[in-house]
Protein backbone atom coordinates (compact mmCIF):
# COMPACT_ATOMS: atom_id res chain seq x y z
CA UNK A 1 0.00 0.00 0.00
CA UNK A 2 2.77 2.49 1.14
CA UNK A 3 5.02 0.86 -1.52
CA UNK A 4 6.15 4.21 -2.74
CA UNK A 5 7.71 5.90 0.05
CA UNK A 6 9.46 2.41 0.94
CA UNK A 7 12.52 0.53 -0.33
CA UNK A 8 11.92 -3.19 0.88
CA UNK A 9 9.00 -4.55 2.69
CA UNK A 10 7.86 -5.05 6.45
CA UNK A 11 9.39 -8.08 8.00
CA UNK A 12 6.85 -10.85 8.02
CA UNK A 13 6.77 -11.21 11.66
CA UNK A 14 6.40 -7.29 12.21
CA UNK A 15 3.61 -7.87 9.27
CA UNK A 16 1.64 -10.28 11.78
CA UNK A 17 2.06 -7.77 15.12
CA UNK A 18 1.12 -4.76 12.98
CA UNK A 19 -1.84 -6.68 11.33
CA UNK A 20 -5.74 -6.62 13.22
CA UNK A 21 -7.65 -8.46 10.37
CA UNK A 22 -7.92 -11.15 12.69
CA UNK A 23 -10.23 -9.40 14.82
CA UNK A 24 -11.52 -6.26 13.14
CA UNK A 25 -12.76 -8.55 9.96
CA UNK A 26 -16.12 -8.51 12.14
CA UNK A 27 -16.94 -5.15 11.31
CA UNK A 28 -16.66 -6.17 7.33
CA UNK A 29 -20.50 -5.28 6.82
CA UNK A 30 -20.10 -1.79 8.79
CA UNK A 31 -16.98 -1.26 6.93
CA UNK A 32 -18.47 -1.63 3.38
CA UNK A 33 -21.82 0.07 4.78
CA UNK A 34 -19.63 3.28 6.00
CA UNK A 35 -17.70 2.98 2.19
CA UNK A 36 -21.13 3.02 0.32
CA UNK A 37 -22.22 5.89 1.58
CA UNK A 38 -18.49 7.87 1.41
CA UNK A 39 -18.70 6.84 -2.30
CA UNK A 40 -22.31 8.43 -2.29
CA UNK A 41 -21.38 11.55 -0.68
CA UNK A 42 -18.08 12.25 -2.32
CA UNK A 43 -20.54 11.75 -6.76
CA UNK A 44 -23.08 14.18 -4.44
CA UNK A 45 -20.23 16.75 -4.15
CA UNK A 46 -19.18 16.29 -7.74
CA UNK A 47 -15.87 15.25 -6.02
CA UNK A 48 -15.73 11.63 -7.53
CA UNK A 49 -17.71 10.98 -11.05
CA UNK A 50 -21.13 9.43 -10.94
CA UNK A 51 -20.42 6.56 -12.88
CA UNK A 52 -17.38 5.83 -10.72
CA UNK A 53 -20.08 5.68 -7.47
CA UNK A 54 -22.08 3.15 -9.77
CA UNK A 55 -18.77 0.94 -9.77
CA UNK A 56 -18.09 1.62 -6.56
CA UNK A 57 -21.36 0.56 -4.87
CA UNK A 58 -22.64 -2.17 -6.82
CA UNK A 59 -18.51 -3.55 -6.15
CA UNK A 60 -18.89 -3.14 -2.31
CA UNK A 61 -22.44 -4.82 -2.82
CA UNK A 62 -20.98 -7.71 -4.80
CA UNK A 63 -18.07 -8.25 -2.11
CA UNK A 64 -21.16 -7.78 1.14
CA UNK A 65 -22.85 -10.58 -0.54
CA UNK A 66 -19.60 -12.94 -1.63
CA UNK A 67 -18.39 -12.53 2.52
CA UNK A 68 -21.63 -13.56 3.69
CA UNK A 69 -22.37 -16.16 0.80
CA UNK A 70 -19.19 -17.79 2.14
CA UNK A 71 -17.64 -16.93 -1.78
CA UNK A 72 -15.34 -14.41 -0.61
CA UNK A 73 -12.67 -15.34 2.59
CA UNK A 74 -10.89 -12.46 4.57
CA UNK A 75 -7.15 -12.46 2.89
CA UNK A 76 -5.11 -12.88 6.48
CA UNK A 77 -1.96 -11.36 4.32
CA UNK A 78 -4.10 -7.77 4.88
CA UNK A 79 -3.17 -5.26 7.46
CA UNK A 80 -7.08 -4.81 8.53
CA UNK A 81 -10.69 -4.94 7.19
CA UNK A 82 -10.48 -1.75 6.05
CA UNK A 83 -7.34 -2.65 3.39
CA UNK A 84 -8.92 -6.12 2.62
CA UNK A 85 -12.29 -4.18 1.13
CA UNK A 86 -10.49 -1.89 -0.80
CA UNK A 87 -7.68 -4.45 -2.27
CA UNK A 88 -11.04 -6.29 -2.76
CA UNK A 89 -13.07 -3.12 -4.50
CA UNK A 90 -9.63 -2.34 -6.88
CA UNK A 91 -9.41 -5.75 -7.79
CA UNK A 92 -12.90 -6.25 -9.22
CA UNK A 93 -13.51 -2.77 -10.16
CA UNK A 94 -10.16 -1.01 -11.08
CA UNK A 95 -9.14 2.91 -11.07
CA UNK A 96 -12.72 3.24 -9.67
CA UNK A 97 -11.74 1.52 -6.50
CA UNK A 98 -8.49 3.56 -5.85
CA UNK A 99 -11.05 6.73 -5.58
CA UNK A 100 -12.80 5.41 -2.83
CA UNK A 101 -10.18 6.58 0.02
CA UNK A 102 -10.64 10.32 -1.25
CA UNK A 103 -11.63 12.92 1.19
CA UNK A 104 -10.66 10.18 4.28
CA UNK A 105 -8.36 8.26 5.88
CA UNK A 106 -8.14 5.03 8.17
CA UNK A 107 -8.38 6.86 11.59
CA UNK A 108 -11.79 8.37 10.84
CA UNK A 109 -12.95 5.30 9.23
CA UNK A 110 -12.50 2.50 12.06
CA UNK A 111 -13.73 5.23 14.36
CA UNK A 112 -16.42 4.84 12.43
CA UNK A 113 -17.02 1.45 11.66
CA UNK A 114 -16.36 0.79 15.75
CA UNK A 115 -19.19 2.94 16.37
CA UNK A 116 -21.95 1.37 14.05
CA UNK A 117 -20.84 -2.01 14.80
CA UNK A 118 -21.17 -1.40 18.68
CA UNK A 119 -24.22 0.57 18.16
CA UNK A 120 -25.63 -2.51 16.51
CA UNK A 121 -24.25 -4.87 19.34
CA UNK A 122 -25.56 -2.93 21.98
CA UNK A 123 -29.22 -3.03 20.50
CA UNK A 124 -28.89 -6.96 20.39
CA UNK A 125 -27.80 -6.60 23.99
CA UNK A 126 -31.01 -4.36 24.79
CA UNK A 127 -32.90 -7.00 23.44
CA UNK A 128 -31.64 -9.60 25.87
CA UNK A 129 -31.82 -7.00 29.01
CA UNK A 130 -35.21 -6.62 27.93
CA UNK A 131 -35.94 -10.46 27.88
CA UNK A 132 -33.95 -11.08 30.81
CA UNK A 133 -35.82 -8.36 33.13
CA UNK A 134 -39.03 -10.37 31.81
CA UNK A 135 -38.23 -13.35 32.98
CA UNK A 136 -37.04 -12.01 36.49
CA UNK A 137 -40.51 -9.92 36.65
CA UNK A 138 -42.34 -13.03 35.60
CA UNK A 139 -40.96 -14.95 38.39
CA UNK A 140 -41.35 -12.76 40.71
CA UNK A 141 -45.10 -12.51 40.05
CA UNK A 142 -45.64 -15.87 40.63
CA UNK A 143 -43.64 -15.39 44.20
CA UNK A 144 -45.01 -12.27 45.13
CA UNK A 145 -46.83 -14.01 48.26
CA UNK A 146 -43.63 -16.32 48.71
CA UNK A 147 -42.35 -15.66 52.53
CA UNK A 148 -38.44 -16.17 52.97
CA UNK A 149 -36.15 -14.51 54.99
CA UNK A 150 -34.65 -11.11 54.09
CA UNK A 151 -31.16 -10.80 55.22
CA UNK A 152 -28.58 -8.44 56.13
CA UNK A 153 -24.73 -9.39 56.84
CA UNK A 154 -26.08 -12.70 55.34
CA UNK A 155 -28.27 -13.00 58.94
CA UNK A 156 -31.67 -13.75 58.61
CA UNK A 157 -32.85 -10.02 59.23
CA UNK A 158 -36.82 -9.81 58.50
CA UNK A 159 -39.45 -11.40 56.47
CA UNK A 160 -39.70 -10.36 53.10
CA UNK A 161 -41.29 -12.05 49.75
CA UNK A 162 -39.60 -14.19 47.29
CA UNK A 163 -41.13 -11.70 44.21
CA UNK A 164 -39.64 -8.65 47.11
CA UNK A 165 -36.45 -9.96 46.28
CA UNK A 166 -36.58 -10.67 43.03
CA UNK A 167 -37.72 -6.91 41.63
CA UNK A 168 -34.75 -5.68 43.21
CA UNK A 169 -32.73 -7.28 40.65
CA UNK A 170 -35.38 -6.49 37.82
CA UNK A 171 -34.99 -2.86 39.04
CA UNK A 172 -30.75 -2.94 38.58
CA UNK A 173 -31.39 -4.45 35.20
CA UNK A 174 -34.06 -1.45 34.42
CA UNK A 175 -31.29 1.18 35.09
CA UNK A 176 -28.87 -0.97 32.96
CA UNK A 177 -31.34 -0.64 30.08
CA UNK A 178 -31.25 3.11 30.55
CA UNK A 179 -27.89 3.43 31.22
CA UNK A 180 -26.97 1.63 28.01
CA UNK A 181 -29.70 3.84 26.05
CA UNK A 182 -27.76 6.60 27.33
CA UNK A 183 -24.11 5.43 26.18
CA UNK A 184 -25.70 4.79 22.73
CA UNK A 185 -26.95 8.67 22.75
CA UNK A 186 -23.70 9.92 22.95
CA UNK A 187 -21.80 7.42 20.85
CA UNK A 188 -24.39 8.16 17.81
CA UNK A 189 -22.39 11.23 16.13
CA UNK A 190 -20.27 10.38 13.02
CA UNK A 191 -16.74 11.02 13.35
CA UNK A 192 -16.39 10.17 9.54
CA UNK A 193 -14.93 13.49 7.42
CA UNK A 194 -12.42 14.11 10.26
CA UNK A 195 -10.11 12.47 7.98
CA UNK A 196 -6.47 11.81 9.39
CA UNK A 197 -7.10 14.04 12.28
CA UNK A 198 -7.31 17.64 10.74
CA UNK A 199 -10.02 17.61 8.44
CA UNK A 200 -10.03 17.74 4.37
CA UNK A 201 -9.59 20.20 2.15
CA UNK A 202 -12.00 19.03 -0.18
CA UNK A 203 -15.94 20.49 -0.52
CA UNK A 204 -17.04 17.28 1.86
CA UNK A 205 -20.83 16.99 3.16
CA UNK A 206 -20.16 14.94 6.14
CA UNK A 207 -23.72 15.86 7.67
CA UNK A 208 -25.70 14.01 4.81
CA UNK A 209 -22.60 11.36 5.53
CA UNK A 210 -23.53 10.79 8.80
CA UNK A 211 -27.71 11.04 8.46
CA UNK A 212 -27.35 8.43 5.79
CA UNK A 213 -25.74 6.14 8.35
CA UNK A 214 -28.25 6.50 10.88
CA UNK A 215 -26.58 9.21 12.59
CA UNK A 216 -27.90 11.70 15.46
CA UNK A 217 -25.42 14.35 14.09
CA UNK A 218 -21.05 14.50 13.53
CA UNK A 219 -18.17 15.08 15.77
CA UNK A 220 -17.35 18.85 15.89
CA UNK A 221 -13.51 18.31 16.53
CA UNK A 222 -11.56 16.31 14.08
CA UNK A 223 -8.93 15.87 16.03
CA UNK A 224 -11.55 14.15 18.84
CA UNK A 225 -13.09 12.22 15.93
CA UNK A 226 -10.35 10.04 15.24
CA UNK A 227 -8.84 9.93 18.89
CA UNK A 228 -11.83 9.41 20.94
CA UNK A 229 -12.96 5.90 22.07
CA UNK A 230 -15.42 7.59 25.33
CA UNK A 231 -17.93 5.52 23.86
CA UNK A 232 -16.30 2.49 24.00
CA UNK A 233 -15.24 2.60 27.59
CA UNK A 234 -19.00 3.83 28.40
CA UNK A 235 -20.25 0.77 26.72
CA UNK A 236 -17.74 -1.59 29.06
CA UNK A 237 -19.00 0.55 32.33
CA UNK A 238 -22.29 -0.16 31.33
CA UNK A 239 -21.53 -4.01 30.71
CA UNK A 240 -19.53 -4.02 33.81
CA UNK A 241 -22.20 -2.84 36.02
CA UNK A 242 -24.71 -5.27 34.00
CA UNK A 243 -21.98 -8.46 34.85
CA UNK A 244 -21.87 -7.06 38.48
CA UNK A 245 -25.46 -7.20 38.92
CA UNK A 246 -25.44 -10.54 36.81
CA UNK A 247 -22.79 -11.94 39.31
CA UNK A 248 -24.51 -10.70 42.67
CA UNK A 249 -27.58 -12.85 41.41
CA UNK A 250 -25.19 -15.78 40.68
CA UNK A 251 -24.11 -16.34 43.80
CA UNK A 252 -27.44 -15.77 45.26
CA UNK A 253 -28.81 -18.70 43.18
CA UNK A 254 -25.27 -21.05 44.18
CA UNK A 255 -26.28 -20.44 47.67
CA UNK A 256 -30.09 -21.11 46.76
CA UNK A 257 -28.98 -23.57 45.39
CA UNK A 258 -26.67 -25.42 48.40
CA UNK A 259 -28.09 -27.84 50.65
CA UNK A 260 -27.96 -25.90 53.12
CA UNK A 261 -30.17 -23.12 51.91
CA UNK A 262 -32.31 -25.37 49.58
CA UNK A 263 -34.49 -22.70 48.65
CA UNK A 264 -34.55 -22.88 44.69
CA UNK A 265 -33.72 -25.77 42.41
CA UNK A 266 -31.88 -24.93 39.17
CA UNK A 267 -33.25 -27.49 36.11
CA UNK A 268 -31.24 -30.01 35.12
CA UNK A 269 -30.57 -28.08 31.49
CA UNK A 270 -28.81 -25.26 33.13
CA UNK A 271 -26.24 -27.58 36.10
CA UNK A 272 -23.98 -30.41 35.66
CA UNK A 273 -22.75 -33.26 37.82
CA UNK A 274 -19.36 -34.27 38.94
CA UNK A 275 -17.42 -37.09 37.41
CA UNK A 276 -16.78 -38.44 40.62
CA UNK A 277 -18.89 -37.05 42.78
CA UNK A 278 -22.68 -38.69 41.47
CA UNK A 279 -25.11 -36.78 43.79
CA UNK A 280 -23.16 -33.64 42.75
CA UNK A 281 -25.91 -31.29 41.00
CA UNK A 282 -23.88 -28.11 40.35
CA UNK A 283 -25.01 -24.24 39.53
CA UNK A 284 -22.22 -23.88 36.59
CA UNK A 285 -23.88 -21.34 34.75
CA UNK A 286 -24.70 -18.87 37.18
CA UNK A 287 -20.73 -19.90 38.63
CA UNK A 288 -19.67 -18.80 35.08
CA UNK A 289 -21.50 -15.79 34.94
CA UNK A 290 -20.31 -14.70 38.56
CA UNK A 291 -16.26 -15.81 36.89
CA UNK A 292 -16.93 -13.88 33.53
CA UNK A 293 -18.03 -10.64 35.30
CA UNK A 294 -13.84 -10.31 35.87
CA UNK A 295 -13.46 -10.74 32.79
CA UNK A 296 -15.95 -7.95 31.62
CA UNK A 297 -14.05 -5.67 34.58
CA UNK A 298 -10.50 -7.15 33.00
CA UNK A 299 -11.46 -5.63 29.09
CA UNK A 300 -12.34 -2.40 30.91
CA UNK A 301 -9.74 -1.79 32.69
CA UNK A 302 -7.35 -3.16 29.99
CA UNK A 303 -8.93 0.09 27.64
CA UNK A 304 -8.84 2.56 30.17
CA UNK A 305 -5.18 1.39 30.78
CA UNK A 306 -4.44 1.81 26.76
CA UNK A 307 -5.91 5.32 26.30
CA UNK A 308 -4.34 6.93 29.77
CA UNK A 309 -1.72 9.18 28.45
CA UNK A 310 -2.16 8.93 24.84
CA UNK A 311 -0.87 11.89 22.65
CA UNK A 312 -3.82 13.30 20.43
CA UNK A 313 -4.78 12.19 17.68
CA UNK A 314 -4.59 8.73 16.57
CA UNK A 315 -2.16 6.32 17.70
CA UNK A 316 -1.95 2.64 16.84
CA UNK A 317 -2.31 1.74 20.27
CA UNK A 318 -5.68 2.55 19.64
CA UNK A 319 -6.01 -0.61 17.37
CA UNK A 320 -6.09 -2.90 20.83
CA UNK A 321 -9.82 -1.40 21.73
CA UNK A 322 -11.77 -3.70 19.61
CA UNK A 323 -10.25 -6.89 21.00
CA UNK A 324 -11.23 -5.64 24.41
CA UNK A 325 -14.74 -4.39 23.69
CA UNK A 326 -15.51 -7.11 21.39
CA UNK A 327 -14.96 -9.67 24.08
CA UNK A 328 -16.74 -7.54 26.48
CA UNK A 329 -19.67 -7.24 24.41
CA UNK A 330 -20.01 -10.68 23.33
CA UNK A 331 -19.27 -12.10 26.90
CA UNK A 332 -22.41 -9.63 27.95
CA UNK A 333 -24.46 -11.33 25.29
CA UNK A 334 -23.25 -14.95 26.49
CA UNK A 335 -24.23 -14.23 29.92
CA UNK A 336 -27.54 -12.70 28.97
CA UNK A 337 -28.75 -15.58 27.04
CA UNK A 338 -28.19 -17.95 29.13
CA UNK A 339 -29.81 -16.37 32.35
CA UNK A 340 -32.85 -15.86 30.77
CA UNK A 341 -34.22 -19.75 30.56
CA UNK A 342 -32.54 -20.65 33.56
CA UNK A 343 -34.25 -18.20 35.35
CA UNK A 344 -37.42 -19.13 34.10
CA UNK A 345 -36.68 -22.75 34.64
CA UNK A 346 -35.86 -22.59 37.98
CA UNK A 347 -37.44 -24.34 40.32
CA UNK A 348 -39.12 -22.15 43.93
CA UNK A 349 -39.18 -24.44 46.93
CA UNK A 350 -41.40 -22.19 49.16
CA UNK A 351 -41.86 -24.66 51.91
CA UNK A 352 -38.03 -24.59 52.74
CA UNK A 353 -38.27 -20.76 52.45
CA UNK A 354 -40.87 -20.41 54.78
CA UNK A 355 -39.43 -23.07 57.60
CA UNK A 356 -36.64 -21.13 57.32
CA UNK A 357 -38.12 -17.80 58.04
CA UNK A 358 -40.00 -19.24 60.90
CA UNK A 359 -36.19 -19.88 62.69
CA UNK A 360 -34.29 -16.58 63.47
CA UNK A 361 -36.56 -14.44 65.14
CA UNK A 362 -36.87 -12.39 62.33
CA UNK A 363 -40.11 -11.00 63.65
CA UNK A 364 -38.07 -9.13 66.51
CA UNK A 365 -38.31 -6.20 64.37
CA UNK A 366 -42.22 -6.39 64.07
CA UNK A 367 -42.14 -7.03 68.47
CA UNK A 368 -40.47 -4.28 68.83
CA UNK A 369 -42.60 -1.93 66.66
CA UNK A 370 -45.52 -3.18 68.87
CA UNK A 371 -44.65 -2.27 72.31
CA UNK A 372 -43.61 1.10 70.19
CA UNK A 373 -46.89 1.85 68.59
CA UNK A 374 -48.58 0.82 72.46
CA UNK A 375 -46.14 4.49 73.39
CA UNK A 376 -43.24 2.46 74.56
CA UNK A 377 -39.52 4.77 73.38
CA UNK A 378 -38.73 2.53 70.25
CA UNK A 379 -34.98 2.12 72.49
CA UNK A 380 -36.88 0.54 75.61
CA UNK A 381 -38.55 -1.70 72.97
CA UNK A 382 -35.59 -2.85 71.34
CA UNK A 383 -33.78 -3.78 74.71
CA UNK A 384 -36.73 -5.62 75.97
CA UNK A 385 -37.23 -7.83 73.08
CA UNK A 386 -33.32 -8.82 72.63
CA UNK A 387 -34.10 -10.20 76.60
CA UNK A 388 -37.04 -12.31 74.83
CA UNK A 389 -34.48 -13.40 72.01
CA UNK A 390 -31.91 -14.44 74.49
CA UNK A 391 -34.73 -15.94 76.52
CA UNK A 392 -35.83 -17.94 73.41
CA UNK A 393 -32.81 -19.13 72.61
CA UNK A 394 -32.40 -20.01 76.18
CA UNK A 395 -35.25 -22.18 76.01
CA UNK A 396 -35.26 -23.14 72.56
CA UNK A 397 -38.20 -21.66 71.74
CA UNK A 398 -39.08 -18.84 69.38
CA UNK A 399 -40.87 -15.74 69.70
CA UNK A 400 -44.36 -17.13 68.18
CA UNK A 401 -44.53 -19.58 71.23
CA UNK A 402 -43.20 -18.17 74.11
CA UNK A 403 -46.17 -18.05 76.84
CA UNK A 404 -47.97 -15.09 77.41
CA UNK A 405 -46.77 -14.35 81.12
CA UNK A 406 -42.73 -14.82 80.02
CA UNK A 407 -44.05 -11.71 78.00
CA UNK A 408 -45.85 -9.67 80.54
CA UNK A 409 -42.98 -10.56 83.15
CA UNK A 410 -40.86 -8.04 80.85
CA UNK A 411 -44.01 -5.26 80.25
CA UNK A 412 -47.61 -4.98 80.71
CA UNK A 413 -48.03 -3.48 77.55
CA UNK A 414 -47.89 -7.29 75.91
CA UNK A 415 -51.79 -8.55 75.00
CA UNK A 416 -53.09 -11.72 73.37
CA UNK A 417 -52.84 -9.58 70.35
CA UNK A 418 -48.93 -9.89 69.74
CA UNK A 419 -48.76 -13.16 68.22
CA UNK A 420 -51.12 -11.97 65.37
CA UNK A 421 -49.15 -8.98 64.95
CA UNK A 422 -45.35 -11.03 65.12
CA UNK A 423 -46.67 -14.07 62.57
CA UNK A 424 -44.66 -13.99 59.45
CA UNK A 425 -47.69 -12.52 57.31
CA UNK A 426 -48.80 -9.99 59.20
CA UNK A 427 -44.66 -9.02 58.79
CA UNK A 428 -45.28 -8.61 54.99
CA UNK A 429 -48.38 -7.58 54.81
CA UNK A 430 -48.16 -4.67 56.77
CA UNK A 431 -44.58 -3.53 55.09
CA UNK A 432 -47.19 -0.94 52.91
CA UNK A 433 -44.67 1.58 52.48
CA UNK A 434 -44.39 2.42 49.08
CA UNK A 435 -41.50 0.22 47.46
CA UNK A 436 -42.04 -2.29 50.58
CA UNK A 437 -42.14 -6.19 50.79
CA UNK A 438 -46.06 -5.98 50.85
CA UNK A 439 -48.15 -7.86 47.98
CA UNK A 440 -49.44 -5.03 46.87
CA UNK A 441 -46.28 -2.62 46.89
CA UNK A 442 -44.39 -5.69 45.25
CA UNK A 443 -47.58 -5.61 42.79
CA UNK A 444 -46.74 -2.00 42.34
CA UNK A 445 -43.39 -2.98 41.59
CA UNK A 446 -43.85 -5.34 38.69
CA UNK A 447 -46.84 -3.23 36.99
CA UNK A 448 -43.91 0.12 37.00
CA UNK A 449 -41.06 -2.41 35.51
CA UNK A 450 -43.58 -3.47 32.81
CA UNK A 451 -44.57 -0.24 31.71
CA UNK A 452 -40.96 0.60 31.68
CA UNK A 453 -40.10 -2.73 29.20
CA UNK A 454 -42.63 -1.46 26.74
CA UNK A 455 -41.02 2.29 25.71
N1 LIG B 1 -6.30 -1.15 12.04
C1 LIG B 1 -6.26 0.18 12.53
C2 LIG B 1 -6.96 0.26 13.87
O1 LIG B 1 -7.64 -0.62 14.21
C3 LIG B 1 -6.93 1.10 11.59
C4 LIG B 1 -6.40 2.50 11.63
C5 LIG B 1 -5.02 2.55 11.15
N2 LIG B 1 -4.54 3.86 10.92
C6 LIG B 1 -3.23 4.07 10.78
N3 LIG B 1 -2.89 5.28 10.54
N4 LIG B 1 -2.35 3.14 10.88
O2 LIG B 1 -6.82 1.20 14.63
Redesign the pocket.
Known amino acids: MWAGRFAKALDSKADDFNS ?1 IRF ?1 CKMYRQDIEGSIAHANMLAKQGIISASDCVSIVEGLGGILDDIESGALAFDMGC ?2 I ?1 MFVEAELTKRIGDAGKRLHTAR ?3 D ?2 ALDVRMYLRQRASDIRTLLVALVGEITDKAEENKAVIVPGYTHLQRAQPITFGHHLMAYSMMLLRDISRLDDAVKRMNYSPIGSC ?1 LAGTTYDTDRRYEAENLGFDGITLNSIDGVSDRDFCLELMSTFSIIMMHLSRLSEEIILWSSWEFKYIELDDAYTTGSSIMPQKKNSDMAELVRGKTGRVYGDLLALLTTLKGLPLA ?1 N ?1 D ?2 E ?2 EAVFDAVETVEMCLDIFAPMIRTMRVKADNMYRAAQEGFINATDLADYLTKKGMPFRSAYKIVGQLVAECIDKKCVLDNLPLDAYKAHSELFEDDLYNEISLETCVAKRISEGGTSVASVEMQIAYVREELKK
Open positions: SDEDHSRNQVAYKMQDK
